[in-house]
């Protein structure tokens, strides 16, 4: 069974910078493409940025030229760095893989940008 581990939420002001890390077992993790999600309150969670095997990167026109992701696959480690944050960044962030036509999500870390 895949596990994905997020880490790295809290509460930042608006301005500031968090950077989010998600460690992955019991997968091969090199040839996947990851993402990060994100779910506000009353909201459908929606995709934040993706990171191909070759590591593309995709981005939601929200977070361009403020977040950035990558991967480290000699440590099976996926981060988004997110800078300028804002206060409708405000959200649980997961991180995601898609194996086999099948979703493995973390358990998601907070992410409270508040003055």
């Known amino acids: 069974q895949v596990q994905l581990v997020e880490s790295g939420g809290g509460l930042v002001q608006p301005g500031g910078s968090l950077r989010l890390s998600c460690a992955a077992s019991?997968?091969?993790?090199?040839?996947?493409?990851m993402g990060w999600f994100r779910q506000a309150p009353g909201k459908q969670r929606e995709l934040v940025a993706r990171?191909?095997?070759?590591?593309?990167?995709d981005y939601a026109d929200s977070v361009k030229g403020r977040f950035t992701i990558s991967r480290d696959n000699a440590k099976k480690m996926v981060y988004l760095q997110m800078n300028s944050l804002k206060l409708e960044d405000t959200a649980v962030y997961y991180c995601?893989?898609?194996?086999?036509?099948?979703?493995?999500w973390g358990q998601g870390t907070q992410v409270t940008v508040s003055a």
């Open positions: 019991r997968i091969i993790f090199s040839i996947y493409p």
């Open positions: 990171i191909t095997s070759g590591s593309t990167t």
């Open positions: 995601n893989v898609r194996l086999q036509s099948q979703d493995y």
